[in-house]
């Protein structure tokens, strides 16, 4: 018995070893990261930090200006009363000076037709006036009617073009017209156009009881329907 179990220790003594070894390995420090992965973990963590922040504060300001409520200045129009939003006059100044007596003029982006952008080549500048007769549909297409030439071209968005004869009181101008007798559209455009001058083309219609005088880029005439049925909704939406 004695000589079995002096044959067992030192097997029991080598289990005894190789236990304390795994514990004394499980119980090291990890060596510490070298100096320039430090620096990308704190740079790392700095950049996800900061775009929280970003994200954090572009959703305040935007919770801010979507709960301040458009400034609405009263205005009338012949026998119509507007509401409309400063933001659509494009006047900045606060003062009485700025506004028209017995008009509007509405500054809109197209084609969004909200407010308009100073960057943006592309705005359509409508004027509400009290209704003359001079502007009815039909009065407009006679007096035009008396100083157009007889070529008639097509153009895009189904359209029709003449010109004007020379020495006449629209020389220069270019007339567009929808078919089949021009009382959808009837816009006028001149043939150059002056550098700074951004809405060359211009078209009068009734609405609502008053007159609408829109100024828009040439660029966008195909788009005649569109543009004109924006303009009547967003006018429908300042009448109170």
Known sequence: MTASLSHHRPAHQAAQIASMVR???????????PRADVALLKA???IMAAGVLATGIALFL???REEQPSVLQPARVGNVALMIPKELTGVEADDDASRLVGMARLRLDWPTLGPAQP?????????????????????????YARFLTPTVWSNPGGLVVRSFR???????DEFYVSVPDGRGFAARCPV????NLDEPCRITFQHRG????????????ANW????????HTIDRLIR
């Open 23 to 33: 514990m004394r390995l499980q119980q090291r420090v990890p060596p510490p990261l």
């Open 44 to 46: 790392a963590l700095g």
């Open 62 to 64: 935007t919770h801010r």
């Open 119 to 143: 960057q943006s080549r592309k705005r359509l500048l409508v004027t509400l006036s009290p209704p003359d007769k001079v502007n009815e549909p039909a009065r407009q297409l006679a007096t």
């Open 166 to 172: 020379k020495g006449s009181p629209f020389e220069g």
């Open 192 to 195: 150059e156009t002056a550098a």
């Open 210 to 221: 008053m007159d609408v005088n829109v100024r828009f880029p040439r660029a966008i005439i």
């Open 225 to 232: 329907a569109e543009m004109l049925g924006g303009v009547r």
